[in-house]
């Protein structure tokens, strides 16, 4: 744990974590939070409330590029109060808001939504040191874990307990109060010797955006594709068994099991390489398919969920040691535009996979989108090193042992650590 207590002592960085996850809980649950609305309080169907989700999702992952290039040349603190802004007009305005208008202001406010994650992990690359950001960044995915874990399920019992236009309206101020305290502690972006260089020009997007950039993209997109995917595997598999209301608890053993992984992962000596990483993630969800009951499902959660939150925290680490600090806003944004495809496109991938077959084969499916998107990754890296000598692979990654960039796969360095982890 030394190395846990050394990141928190990190100036401003301990409340950084603690006013995040405020907002990361309830940006955890808005899609949950605006379903149960169109449902409860519009009294449409659950296709309409869909609808909406969709809007909401699909600004969200239009959005993170957006907002993290006006975080590069505006500041955290200016986007986060202009956002928080937007965000606190959207929910309060909801429950008088026609559904036909909603659904064009649910992506207008995904668009603009708060960037508490992409703020968090640019923080900590900017104030960790490079023995400590990869157990940061495991916090950072510990944290992500602990909003979903507690976001919805409050969601589904102050719908039990308020009327809809209230529940609404509690996750909005919940939204604007944790994007506010961003604001106002307003983190460093940048490291002291970045600082110091003073403005920067911005490198072209194809300097930066390159092989391995795109690798680490496409299994960041292939690891919420898996995760997306294994909910709903597991909501079918427990229909089929009569046992729906088990869902809960199999959904927090995975939660629990991806806290522990990501704590334990952040104390090891040297990172694994992020396709490894995904592809294990990928073989430990297709034993699931065995399972016909919430017991059987509880015991594949726990091999699965370990993966998860290492897995996570490597793709952050990685996009945050290949982007350049003028455009790591930029970078980041396109980490979460990533994060939030692989959530749209799973559900409905995996469920075309159930229709056709069986629930079983949905572990399947989200099983194998992830190891095709982890080969991917590793073939995009590879495929871009063996185009250069030597000596420019190196400079190209710029990477040292035991730093973030042993996690980008294809790189120098991400082979000893495949080796030193087998």
């Known amino acids: 744990m030394i190395r ?14 603690g006013v995040s996850l405020l907002a990361r809980a309830a940006l955890a649950a808005d899609v949950m939070t605006l379903t ?33 290039r006006m975080i590069d040349r505006r500041g955290a603190r200016i986007v986060l109060l202009s956002t928080t802004a937007v965000q606190a007009v959207f929910w309060l305005s909801v429950p008088v808001l026609p559904y ?46 602990l909003s979903y874990v507690l976001g919805p399920p409050i969601v589904i019992l102050c719908a039990a307990a308020t009327s809809p236009g209230a529940m609404v309206w509690g996750a909005g101020a919940a939204i604007a109060l944790g994007g506010a305290g961003i604001a106002l502690l307003n983190p460093p972006l940048r ?13 072209r997007r194809r300097e930066w955006l390159g092989p391995h950039m795109i690798a680490v993209l496409v299994m960041a997109f292939g ?40 704590l334990v992962y952040g104390t090891l000596s040297r990172p694994l390489p992020t396709w490894l990483l995904l592809a294990g ?43 350049p600090a003028a455009v790591r806003g ?23 996979a159930i229709d056709l077959s069986a629930p079983a084969s949905g572990f399947a499916a989200a099983g194998l989108a992830g190891l095709a998107t982890a080969l991917t990754g590793y073939l995009l890296s590879r495929r871009s090193n063996a185009g250069r000598r030597p000596s420019d692979a190196v400079g190209a990654v710029g990477s040292e042992p035991g730093t973030a960039l042993d996690a980008v796969p294809g790189s120098p360095s991400s082979a000893v650590s495949c080796h030193a982890g087998s």
Not at 4 to 17: E, F, H, K, N
């Open 330 to 352: 930029e970078a980041t944004g396109l980490q979460s535009s990533a994060l939030s495809a692989g959530f749209a496109v799973g559900s409905p991938v995996v469920g075309a």
């Open 100 to 145: 036909p208008v909603l659904l064009g202001a649910a992506f207008a406010a995904g668009l603009l939504m708060v960037p508490a994650q992409l703020v968090t992990r640019q923080a900590i690359s900017a104030t960790t040191t490079a023995g400590q950001r990869r157990a940061a960044f495991a916090l950072e995915s510990v944290q992500g874990e």
């Open 36 to 68: 149960l609305y169109v449902v409860l309080g519009l009294h449409r169907s659950y296709a309409a409330a869909g609808a909406v989700a969709a809007a909401l999702t699909t600004g969200l992952a239009l959005g993170g590029p957006l907002l993290g």
């Open 281 to 323: 993630l990928g073989l430990a969800t297709v034993p699931a398919a065995l399972a016909h009951s919430w017991p059987g499902l509880c015991v594949a959660g726990i091999g699965a969920g370990l993966l998860t939150a290492p897995t996570l925290s490597t793709v952050a680490d990685a996009v945050s040691g290949l982007a």
């Open 223 to 262: 690891t919420t594709v898996l995760l997306s995917g294994t909910e709903l595997a597991v909501v079918a598999t427990l229909r089929a068994a009569g046992q729906v209301s088990w869902a809960g608890l199999v959904v927090a053993v995975y939660g629990v099991s991806s806290v522990v992984g990501g």
């Open 4 to 17: 846990y207590r050394q990141v928190l002592a990190v100036p401003g960085l301990a409340a950084l974590l």
């Open 191 to 203: 490291a002291e010797g970045e600082a110091e260089a003073g403005p920067t020009v911005r490198p």
